[in-house]
């Protein structure tokens, strides 16, 4: 069974920038899909964008065009650039692949 772990989360003001990583405990050549998701709170844990091998990446409407997901399987890691951040990107941002969920990495966007 897969582990993930996220990092790269942190406080940052409105219109910044922040990278997350999710690092695998395996190789994720194999897996078809790896995702983020994030859950702020009082709300449900929602879509944030989905990579799946040799596919095309899928993004919620929120963060269309400022948002970018890409995997690197070389280094079993899959990243979340997040760009001209708003203050309701806040959230803790969970990484999930094959029914396992990472332990989350807090967003804080300040305006």
């Known amino acids: 069974q897969v582990q993930l772990v996220e990092s790269g989360g942190g406080l940052v003001q409105a219109g910044g920038s922040l990278r997350l990583s999710c690092a695998a405990s395996?190789?994720?050549?194999?897996?078809?899909?790896m995702g983020w998701y994030r859950q702020a709170p009082g709300k449900q844990r929602e879509l944030v964008a989905t990579?799946?091998?040799?596919?095309?990446?899928n993004y919620a409407d929120s963060v269309k065009g400022r948002f970018t997901i890409s995997r690197d399987n070389a280094k079993n890691t899959v990243y979340l650039q997040m760009n001209s951040l708003k203050t309701e990107d806040t959230a803790v941002y969970y990484c999930?692949?094959?029914?396992?969920w990472g332990q989350g990495t807090q967003v804080t966007v300040s305006s």
């Open positions: 395996r190789s994720i050549f194999s897996i078809n899909v």
């Open positions: 999930y692949t094959l029914g396992v």
């Open positions: 990579s799946a091998r040799g596919g095309s990446p």
